[in-house]
């Protein structure tokens, strides 16, 4: 991931800066709190796909954070029969409001890339005790 670290901005009480990983956190969570994301894809390159999983949330996120702006990149996994469109522009509307919130960066794109599409699998019912055999 290239990320570019952030210069730091000088207060009167001292200096502050954000992290890019902050960003990719904030971004990762503010996409899967979309409906219709199945999960964060691994990568550009095709990494392995993590569904829904909170262990790494900047996964699929990649950004570029100046002084003041941020751009981002996010790649997903959507869940089949959703509109991709408007997921996209839920994704993008959600994850520029949470960072612009969070840290006071604005936000100048973000690119939503989707990797993949899930179908969720039936549910297979739980076998009844029948290796049992004396009850």
């Known amino acids: 991931m ?3 670290a952030a210069d730091y901005e000088k207060t009167d009480m001292g200096t ?10 904030i971004a990762g969570l503010a996409t899967i709190e979309v409906p219709g994301v199945a999960g ?10 993590e569904l829904l999983g909170r262990k790494n949330l900047a996964k699929g996120v990649k950004v ?3 002084q003041r702006e941020a751009a981002v990149d996010v ?15 839920d994704i ?12 006071g960066l604005h936000v100048v794109e973000v690119n939503v890339h ?5 179908f969720k699998t039936a549910e297979k019912p739980e076998e009844e005790e029948a290796t049992h055999r004396v009850k």
């Open 16 to 25: 502050i800066q954000i992290a890019p990983e902050v960003i990719e956190i």
């Open 40 to 49: 964060m894809s691994g990568g550009f390159a095709g990494g392995i796909t």
């Open 2 to 4: 290239s990320t570019l």
């Open 75 to 89: 790649s997903i996994i959507v869940e089949y029969g959703n509109r991709i469109p408007e997921i996209a522009s």
């Open 64 to 66: 570029e954070v100046g």
């Open 114 to 118: 989707i990797h993949d599409v899930h």
């Open 92 to 103: 993008q509307r959600n994850v520029k409001r949470s960072i612009e919130m969070m840290t």
